[in-house]
């Protein structure tokens, strides 16, 4: 079925750098996703994308989480800069228009550490 | 404001045997949409099932089905048959069909686990 591909698998670095997380949706879906896992749990919703813009973010997307899709490349989560409480397993998600009924197609996650 | 909740932390059954996942839900739309999920040990997230607000009748999928109660806002996710293969984390997801945002909002997950 369509995959999302989410690089690196994992991210070690130290408090206070910059990380960028990657995100190549599933060719022809417009509408992308961020969730957020800590220890297996629940998936927290972080931010969704649509047209180059952000529609809607959540609590937990501080003021150091951006997004991006520069010219339909990757689409990005950045840190910066980071915090230990960042350290958890972020998922990618596209859906092909976004409307509600729609299923979403979840990348493996990246597993980032923060030192 | 949306809300989803899995009370089960942890389940275990037999294989072979048929098990219910409980989930419910909160929302002020009238039109909604549920959605199971299972994330498999490797971390690979999967949709399952969707029932639709709408529609009266369980939505069915292989050997998955759903106990859809509108009344009560509970969607629970039924397994019958199960095989070693089923023990993953389920989540249940929902998102409102009249938001103009498509948040998807999941619950805690319950982890499934399916002996010989």
């Given at each position: 079925?369509?995959?999302v591909?989410?690089?690196?698998?994992?991210?070690i670095?130290d408090?206070?750098?910059?990380?960028?997380?990657n995100?190549?949706?599933?060719?022809?879906?417009?509408?992308?996703?961020?969730y957020?896992?800590?220890l297996?749990?629940q998936?927290e919703?972080?931010?969704n994308f649509?047209?180059g813009?952000?529609m809607?973010?959540?609590?937990?997307?501080?003021d150091?989480?951006?997004?991006?899709r520069?010219?339909?490349?990757?689409?990005?989560l950045?840190?910066?800069?980071?915090?230990?409480e960042?350290?958890?397993v972020?998922?990618?998600?596209s859906?092909?228009?976004?409307?509600?009924a729609?299923?979403?197609?979840?990348?493996?996650?990246t597993?980032?550490?923060?030192l | 404001?949306?809300?989803?909740?899995?009370t089960?932390?942890?389940?275990?059954?037999?294989?072979?045997?048929?098990?219910?996942?409980?989930?419910?839900y909160?929302?002020r739309d009238?039109?909604?949409?549920?959605?199971?999920?299972k994330?498999?040990?490797?971390?690979?997230?999967?949709?399952?099932i969707?029932?639709?607000s709408?529609?009266?009748?369980?939505?069915?999928?292989?050997?998955?089905?759903?106990?859809?109660?509108k009344?009560?806002?509970?969607?629970?996710?039924?397994?019958?048959?199960?095989?070693?293969?089923?023990?993953?984390?389920?989540f249940?997801a929902?998102?409102?069909?009249?938001?103009?945002?498509?948040?998807?909002?999941?619950?805690?997950?319950?982890?499934?686990q399916?002996?010989?």
């Amino acid at each position: 079925g369509p995959k999302v591909l989410q690089i690196p698998s994992h991210q070690i670095i130290d408090m206070g750098q910059m990380v960028t997380l990657n995100c190549d949706p599933v060719s022809n879906h417009l509408y992308f996703y961020w969730y957020k896992q800590i220890l297996g749990q629940q998936m927290e919703f972080l931010v969704n994308f649509y047209n180059g813009k952000v529609m809607e973010k959540s609590k937990l997307f501080k003021d150091q989480f951006s997004v991006e899709r520069p010219d339909g490349s990757y689409f990005t989560l950045k840190i910066q800069p980071t915090a230990l409480e960042d350290s958890a397993v972020y998922f990618c998600a596209s859906s092909p228009t976004g409307a509600s009924a729609e299923t979403l197609y979840f990348g493996s996650g990246t597993r980032l550490t923060v030192l | 404001a949306q809300k989803v909740t899995q009370t089960q932390t942890s389940i275990s059954v037999m294989e072979k045997t048929t098990v219910t996942m409980d989930c419910v839900y909160e929302t002020r739309d009238s039109s909604y949409f549920l959605f199971w999920y299972k994330q498999t040990a490797s971390g690979e997230i999967v949709f399952l099932i969707r029932q639709d607000s709408y529609k009266k009748e369980n939505a069915t999928e292989g050997h998955y089905s759903l106990n859809f109660q509108k009344p009560k806002s509970s969607i629970g996710l039924i397994i019958t048959a199960t095989q070693i293969e089923d023990s993953a984390v389920y989540f249940c997801a929902m998102r409102e069909a009249i938001s103009n945002t498509n948040k998807v909002v999941f619950g805690t997950g319950t982890r499934l686990q399916v002996l010989p």
